[in-house]
């Protein structure tokens, strides 16, 4: 029966529809011919350094003091107070920043691993199993997509209250545990990455339901589960809205910590802004090690969506 | 010949013909497992999903509905029949009407330059550049800094004695800007937030849907003397219609929901001293949470939900004829197929 598992793979990554389109891009890329001029790079330049100037300027300020920022003649090269200023950060007894970044780390991660099984398992039974009001069920996802469930926050408040849940870390999770995106997307994905033949050759080798979901669409669904995980960890990082409803000072997330920042040291901006760059050097580092993949799953969303 | 397959066995009757074609390896017990497993297996996998989305995404958005019905008691945490009354009370209330303009207001400065911007830089992105990756990925960059952090940063940036911005137009000798006082200029100063963040990640969205535009309509319009520009004008355009409607339609459901950026704008969070930027989710915090008026901060929750419900309408009757007038062509042609053949 592992005999399954070998075989299948080498047809799945075959049938990647992606494939195909790279290949004629890379062919038509060539048809489209020349290299673009210099002003294709300016204009990019721009976009780039438009991109990365808020980041700039928070580094720049957040290494000053508090001085810098009414300072005429503010140089525009940062200064050397970044830790100091981040050790102030984390040392305010009312951001509470440590609280905070674990919270941000545990509540993303579940978050994000509970729509990626949820979805996968959802869209698993869309896109490759017959059942009585798939049709119909489907089209009633699609159709909440356009539901802004953000709107719920008054019952879910009462609901959370009555629990005793307010201040808790759960009160943020379990509104979000699942994502209507997130079947549609992996229903769109399996759909077109297995072919039909590879469900029916494991259920004539007598593969339970099961085990035909384990070992042909758990590892069809990897890259597209990986690419959902990550859109949706980022997501669940920078809420703010609900988190700031429900959480309190004791135990926020890093915006809300950011929130707390701000009405602690108005004037203080070389404060404030060193804690933007703190609590957003996580997702930079996440962005380092997989940008790419939260690029080519934005792109790949697209063409599906 | 697959789909057929399948179908086959998804149909009631399939279970019979399946031994058939395999009648070695089954026995009559895990037959009747298998059949079994065939029939309630899909219902299995969806119901997490559907079991967890109805109870936290659905039911509270339609017990909102009766909520914003009632008058709302805190401390017996029950409410009292109140008909319309808390609608009326909403829309009698001037700054219902003030937030109602500012979110419209905020949503246009913030959507339209964003969508053209973000074509431009999606044609620049589509053109054959060198290091394609390092280019996607800087423009993708401000995606990952959290709403509330660059709301800090452009406020800042904006502010109305030191800020950057000011300090910029006063050097060159024009006057500084009131950006928290006049609400134009405090709705361009949260438009500039909002375009900040989300214009690199429509651009990446368009250049996907440009990239399966096929090539050849390129190579025959070339062939025919169009440069450039007419390229983009009367193939990538019309070819992206339906994607540009997707955009709109998913950024006038986030856009008229804006709140993180009005609301970490200034020190306290309620919209300016004269609501120059209060926005209705905004207001909608106020009701709920500095008033705790839970009844009519439902209802102000469903009278948004009814406002973007009319406008996602609007852009869906738009997309529909939009997608007719474009008969065949261009990112249409492929998805139809995809769609045919999943199912």
């Known amino acids: 029966m592992s005999a399954i598992s070998t075989p299948p793979l080498a047809i799945v990554e075959e049938n990647l529809p992606n494939d195909g389109r790279r290949r004629r891009n890379a062919r038509t890329t060539r048809i489209r011919g020349t290299r673009p001029g210099f002003w294709v790079y300016m204009g990019l330049a721009v976009v780039v350094v438009s991109a990365i100037f808020p980041y700039y300027w928070s580094f720049l300020i957040g290494s000053g003091d508090a001085s810098t920022l009414n300072d005429p003649n503010m140089s525009w090269i940062p200064g050397g107070n970044f830790i100091a200023n981040a050790i102030t950060v984390v040392n305010n007894p009312a951001v509470n920043f440590w609280p905070a970044l674990w919270n941000s780390i545990f509540s993303s991660t579940v978050i994000a691993a509970s729509v990626v099984v949820f979805s996968t398992l959802a869209g698993w039974a869309f896109a490759k199993l017959r059942f009585r009001g798939a049709k119909g069920l489907l089209v009633f996802v699609v159709a909440t997509l356009a539901v802004p469930t953000q709107l719920g926050v008054v019952p879910l408040y009462i609901l959370f209250a009555d629990l005793g849940w307010t201040g808790q870390i759960g009160a943020i999770i379990v509104p979000a545990l699942t994502s209507a995106f997130g079947v549609f997307w992996m229903t769109q994905y399996l759909s ?17 339901m099961l ?3 384990w070992t042909v669409g758990v590892v069809a669904a990897r890259p597209a589960a990986a690419m959902l995980f990550l859109f949706t960890f980022v997501n669940a990082w920078n809420q703010f809205f ?12 890093l915006p809300v910590a950011l929130s707390l920042l701000q009405s602690n040291y108005f004037v203080d901006y070389s404060i404030v802004l060193a804690g933007v760059l703190l609590a957003t050097i996580p997702l930079l580092i996440l962005f380092a090690f ?6 080519s799953g934005i792109m790949a969303g697209a063409v599906k969506g | 010949m697959t789909a057929t397959d399948t179908r086959a066995t998804a149909s009631p009757d399939s279970p019979v013909r399946k031994p058939e074609r395999t009648p070695r390896h089954i026995m009559s017990f895990s037959s009747k497992l298998s059949r079994w497993d065939l029939k309630v297996s899909p219902y299995l996998y969806i119901s997490p999903f559907f079991i967890l989305f109805v109870i936290v995404g659905l039911f509270p958005i339609a017990y909102t509905a009766v909520i914003s019905l009632q008058e709302w008691d805190l401390v017996r945490n029950t409410g009292t029949f109140v008909g319309l009354d808390q609608y009326i009370w909403i829309l009698s209330q001037e700054q219902f009407w003030v937030a109602l303009r500012n979110t ?9 330059p964003q969508l053209i911007l973000a074509l431009f830089i999606a044609a620049m992105l589509d053109r054959n550049i060198r290091a394609k990756t390092f280019w996607r990925m800087s423009v993708l960059l401000p995606f990952v800094m959290a709403p509330v952090a660059v709301a800090l940063i452009f406020s800042n940036l904006f502010g109305d004695n030191h800020g950057l911005v000011n300090t910029f ?21 949260i438009a500039t937030m909002v375009n900040f963040r989300w214009t690199g990640y429509n651009a990446l969205i368009l250049l996907a849907a440009m990239q399966a535009v096929p090539r050849d309509y390129y190579e025959a319009a070339m062939l025919d003397g169009a440069n450039a520009f007419r ?3 009367s193939i990538t355009l019309p070819s992206l219609r339906p994607t540009l409607i997707f955009v709109i339609i998913t950024s006038t459901i986030g856009g008229l929901q804006i709140f993180d950026e009005p609301r970490m704008y200034d020190q306290n969070g309620n919209g300016g001293a004269d609501q120059q930027w209060l926005t209705i989710t905004l207001y909608l915090y106020k009701i709920g949470w500095g008033e705790f008026n839970f ?22 009757a738009i997309t529909r004829r939009l997608v007719r007038d474009d008969g065949g062509r261009g990112v249409v042609r492929p998805r139809r197929r995809k769609k045919g053949a999943s199912q």
């Open chain 1, 211 to 213: 085990r035909t979901f």
């Open chain 2, 231 to 233: 390229q983009f004008w």
């Open chain 1, 242 to 253: 609900w988190p700031f409803i429900v959480l309190d000072r004791q135990s926020p997330t």
């Open chain 1, 192 to 208: 077109q990455t297995v072919p039909d033949e590879l469900i029916e050759a494991a259920r004539v080798d007598g593969a339970s």
């Open chain 1, 290 to 295: 997989a940008g790419k993949q939260l690029v």
């Open chain 2, 104 to 112: 419209f207001s905020i949503f246009i400065l913030s959507s339209v």
């Open chain 2, 169 to 189: 137009l006063t050097d060159i000798g024009l006057p500084a800007i009131g950006w928290h006082k006049d609400p134009f200029w405090s709705h361009i100063a």
């Open chain 2, 295 to 316: 009844g009519r901060a439902a209802a102000l929750a469903w009278i948004l939900f009814l406002i973007i419900m009319l406008i996602g309408l609007i852009n869906l």
